[in-house]
T-cell receptor, first 114, second 114 residues
Framework: GESVGLHLPTLSVQEGDNSIINCAYS??????FIWYKQESGKGPQFIID?????DKRQGQRVTVLLNKTVKHLSLQIAATQPGDSAVYFC?????????????FGSGTQLTVLP | DVKVTQSSRYLVKRTGEKVFLECVQD?????MFWYRQDPGLGLRLIYF???????EKGDIPEGYSVSREKKERFSLILESASTNQTSMYLC?????????????FGQGTRLTVV
């Protein structure tokens, strides 16, 4: 089946630096791409999404870039803080009638160094 | 504050037992999901439901069944638990809206089958 995956399983950055987390996807029929953050001991939490007809979307300290030509998604975190340490998942949404399915990638562990 | 509650945080069951994992959401969401999370594999969709009494197989439904008798409750059933079903199980819910991509997750149930 179709899959969503990540290039790097771990990423370490200095506090204050920018972080870039990458994701490759293969399902061209997905209508949205989403980033989730999972802190230790908690369920994933929504960060930001991007519709498939867009190539960039900005949130608070985060930017998501979508490159449909190479089927690549990235999450940029500006001025990374210790609270950003978590596992980050990309996900894609596919819709079939009323059913909307989210498929997740394998995750990247982000560690923020002091 | 939105809430998805899973009945147990930790569960230990014996091989061959029938196991019920319960999930309740208080947001009147139409969609509910069951995922399992394993190291290096991310979140894999087991089953989802987009309405009461409706269910759809996800990517790994074998060995599982689900029940959605009421809108707020989505149960995952392991008919005969096996050791390879030892995992973290995550329930999520989301509203129907076409523009909505945010799924709300419970805190997870860590199931150990011995």
């Amino acid at each position: 089946g179709e899959s969503v995956g990540l290039h790097l399983p771990t990423l370490s950055v200095q506090e204050g630096d920018n972080s870039i987390i990458n994701c490759a996807y293969s399902n061209s029929a997905s209508d949205y791409f989403i980033w989730y953050k999972q802190e230790s001991g908690k369920g994933p939490q929504f960060i930001i999404d991007i519709r498939s007809n867009m190539d960039k979307r900005q949130g608070q300290r985060v930017t998501v870039l979508l490159n449909k030509t190479v089927k690549h998604l990235s999450l940029q975190i500006a001025a990374t803080q210790p609270g950003d340490s978590a596992v980050y998942f990309c996900a894609e949404r596919t819709s079939s009638g009323s059913a909307r399915q989210l498929t997740f990638g394998s995750g990247t562990q982000l560690t923020v160094l002091p | 504050d939105v809430k998805v509650t899973q009945s147990s945080r930790y569960l230990v069951k014996r091989t061959g037992e029938k196991v019920f994992l319960e999930c309740v959401q208080d947001m009147d969401h139409e969609n509910m999901f069951w995922y399992r999370q394993d190291p290096g594999l991310g979140l894999r969709l087991i089953y989802f439901s987009y309405d009461v009494k409706m269910k759809e197989k996800g990517d790994i439904p074998e060995g599982y069944s689900v029940s959605r008798e009421k809108k707020e409750r989505f149960s995952l059933i392991l008919e005969s638990a096996s050791t390879n079903q030892t995992s973290m199980y995550l329930c999520a819910s989301s509203p129907h809206g076409r523009m909505n991509t945010e799924a709300f997750f419970g805190q997870g149930t860590r199931l150990t089958v011995v």
